[in-house]
Nanobody, 124 residues
């Protein structure tokens, strides 16, 4: 069982940056593949990024490649998402998720644990 709590959301101007953090309870974070998803009003929840257990491999949806970076610190049970060059396509509630499955799932159905979400808003 894992509890995930996101933080770091807020309002930022287009072209600006935000860093999201996800804190996992206990020492369990290192046992899971971790990911970030996002969901805008009226849209499906979308895969954003994932990081493997060791943190050595990362995966991103095409729309954020080169702008976002996912990272993890297993010793601190933290997962980060650095978001740079934010644009009007990025506003959404961002969710941290953990999967006990093999590989690196990119479908939300493959993730068993979810945080409460943190809102990211981009202004012009």
């Amino acid at each position: 069982q894992v509890q995930l709590v996101e933080s770091g959301g807020g309002l930022v101007q287009a072209g600006g940056s935000l860093r999201l953090s996800c804190a996992a309870s206990g020492r369990t974070c290192s046992r899971y593949t971790m990911a970030w998803f996002r969901q805008a009003p009226g849209k499906e929840r979308e895969f954003v990024a994932a990081v493997t257990l060791s943190g050595s491999s990362t995966y991103y949806t095409d729309s954020v490649k080169g702008r976002f970076r996912i990272s993890r610190d297993n010793a601190k049970n933290l997962v980060g998402l650095q978001m740079n060059s934010l644009n009007p396509e990025d506003p959404a509630v961002y969710y941290c998720a953990a999967s006990i499955g093999v590989g690196v799932p990119r479908d939300q159905s493959e993730y068993e644990y979810w945080g409460q979400g943190t809102q990211v808003t981009v202004s012009s």
